[in-house]
């Protein structure tokens, strides 16, 4: 059995993780409020990069489908609860990371305008419900903090595994082995 996930794999878990950072720094920007122009720079970059997201969530739903008998074991083998909460948390992730953009998205077009992808409207035609917006936009912001504490408890568990119980769980996503 192989001791690291395949490079593609390894590679959208990173590419991930930077696009779920840069999505959330881009709407923290926004709050700096220097400009109207900058405000809709932050916005437009927060829906773009918000849709790679879900582009690189899909692809790596995908790739975990393809490479299933190549994962590689964890040694020594944890306990299985800690198994079975390792795949729900994946699987929370998962879906959170799908949901929250389709949630965004849902909050633009009930706001009345076009959702763009490198700043070209990809999709439009709702007619404007502004309480359906805010209760979507409200829901996104709870989503995304719950996102927050699970990306924590992932990166916790992986420094927790590396640095305490000494198994490979963290070096099997690593492009290179350090120890």
Same mark, same amino acid.
């Given at each position: 059995m192989q001791e690291k996930y395949?490079?593609?794999?390894? /590679?959208f878990h990173w590419l991930s993780l930077l696009f779920i950072i840069l999505t959330y720094l881009s709407v923290k920007?926004?709050?700096l409020d220097l400009t109207y122009d900058w405000h809709q720079l932050m916005m437009s970059t927060h829906f773009t990069l918000g849709i790679c997201v879900w582009l690189v969530v899909i692809i790596r739903i995908g790739l975990r489908?393809?490479?299933?008998s190549k994962t590689p074991a964890i040694?020594?083998?944890p306990p299985v609860w800690q198994t079975k909460l390792a795949h729900y948390v994946h699987l929370a992730l998962y879906l959170v990371f799908i949901l929250l953009p389709i949630l965004g998205s849902l909050t633009v077009l009930n706001?009345? /305008?076009?959702?763009? /992808?490198?700043g070209f409207p990809i999709l439009s035609g709702f007619t404007a419900n502004p309480g359906l917006a805010h209760t979507l936009k409200e829901i996104h912001e709870t989503l995304a903090n719950g996102a927050l504490i699970l990306i924590a408890l992932h990166a916790i568990a992986a420094l927790y595994h590396h640095y305490i119980v000494k198994d490979n769980t963290l070096l099997r996503m690593m492009l290179h082995k350090s120890k």
């Open positions: 395949p490079r593609i794999q390894i /590679f920007l926004k709050s489908h393809l490479y299933l040694t020594p083998t706001k009345g /305008f076009a959702v763009s /992808f490198l």
